[in-house]
């Protein structure tokens, strides 16, 4: 990775992830991938095979990089904000040009093509849609602590998972086909909802 915009973006970003909360909080992943991937010059539009190119110029880095974040996700729940679902997603948008984020191999290109008035920013999209990207189990650092303690990773391979919900989306036949995060935020919402009704029960009785 002499020219740093592949295996150096990983080795940062990952280190940052692990060194900083702010980097696992909703707004503070997008932080991140927009210094050390977009502005760093990772070549979006070669490394995804976006246009036809130079086969040999194609690598899944940056997806290397996402299936890190899981990792570190599935071994500490509650240390993030932000949900598979999310990395999900903008895994996808890479792939769906949907948004002028990712388009591009480097800053001066995406300028060139004057994609932030042309186009829709995927982080726009995701904060209109904030509630589908929470981690229901997060849990922040109290803000009087002073140091951050380190997130670690494992040296057991048998701790690493194959991550299903971005290699087999698409595949009816894997099962389950939703996280245990997932399950766990439409139970609070379900209590949510009978919390309200038994208040307005309660309420009625009482006049």
Known sequence: ??????????????????LDPFYRTFHGIQVLIEKEWLAFGHKFLDRCGLLKGDVHETSPVFAQFLDCVWQLMQLHPTAFEFNERMLVHIHDHIYSCQFGTFLG?????????QLSSRTYSLWGYLARQKEEYLNPLFKPPPPSAKTWPLLESSGVVQDYR?????YNCHDASMQPRESVHHHVSQMRDVAAVLEDQAASLARQITE
């Open 1 to 18: 990775c002499s020219d740093g915009w592949d295996r150096t973006a990983q080795t940062c970003s990952l280190a940052g992830i692990m």
């Open 105 to 113: 191999n480097n800053c001066q290109s995406r300028e060139k093509l």
């Open 162 to 166: 194959w991550w299903h919900g971005l």
